[in-house]
Structure formats: structure tokens, C-alpha cells
């Protein structure tokens, strides 16, 4: 297995190997990195709301999602408030490209998975057409 450095502005990624979908899922595959970024296409901006989503994310794992996505620049992070300090996270460009990956992904399900609910994926097209017609 070839295994090379690439360095980027933020982080040095050690890739497996050259497959983009092998490193992809490196930064975005596990079980809750893509709950996180669906939270985020559908309006949700603070760390209490994203603890609010039905999934339940453990709060070590939502903060260390919420640094990740930061390093690999798929989030941004801003203070709103400044005592005590609270932070709002944002989607950035790179981001905002996952939202094609999630349609597809929520396609899959509805088609393939019994029972699926559409709640949040009605919640999360709403929101992207509200966003295009901005």
C-alpha cells in the first residue's frame, strides 16, 4: 500500500492511498461526521443544538467532529457571544459541496431502507432551496 504526505494550509493528511473515495472517507466516513454536516445544511449552528439532533452525539465525539471538519476547512468556527464564549459553526464552500453527497445518500435511503422517516430530509431540501433563491 502506497502511503504519501500531502501537505495542505491546515493539516498534513496521511493518505492510504492515491483512491479519492478511500480519502474522503477518511475525513467524512465515520458514523457521525455526515449527521453533523446534515445539522448543518439544515440550519443548526450551536453545539447545543447539534446535542438537540434525534441521533444522540456523544459530546466528546461532537466536539472532536467539530475540530476535525475545522482542520479539513469544511466548517467554519465564530464566536457569538462573548461571556461566557460561545461558538457558532458554519458551512464553508468546501462544505457546502457535501450537499450533493446527502441528496444522494437520503435518495438511497428513501428507496432502500423501510420506514425511513423524511422529517429531516424535508427540513434539509427547504433549506437548500431557501439558500438558492438567496
Known sequence: MNKSTTK????DFLKRSECPITNSLDIIG???????IRD???GKKTYSEFQQSPEGIPTNILSDRLKRL????II??????????????LLTKQ???????????????????P???TRLVDEYLKK???????
Request: a negative charge.
Open 76 to 89: 467554519d468556527k465564530s464566536p457569538y457571544q462573548e461571556r461566557p464564549v460561545r461558538y457558532e459553526y
Open 95 to 113: 462544505g457546502k459541496a457535501l450537499g450533493e453527497i446527502l441528496t444522494s445518500i437520503k435518495d438511497w435511503g428513501l428507496e432502500f431502507i
Open 70 to 73: 475545522q482542520v479539513y476547512g
Open 128 to 134: 437548500q432551496q431557501q439558500d438558492n433563491e438567496i
Open 40 to 42: 448543518l445544511f439544515i
Open 30 to 36: 465515520d458514523k457521525w461526521t455526515l449527521l453533523i
Open 115 to 117: 420506514g425511513t422517516n
Open 8 to 11: 495542505t494550509d491546515k493539516t
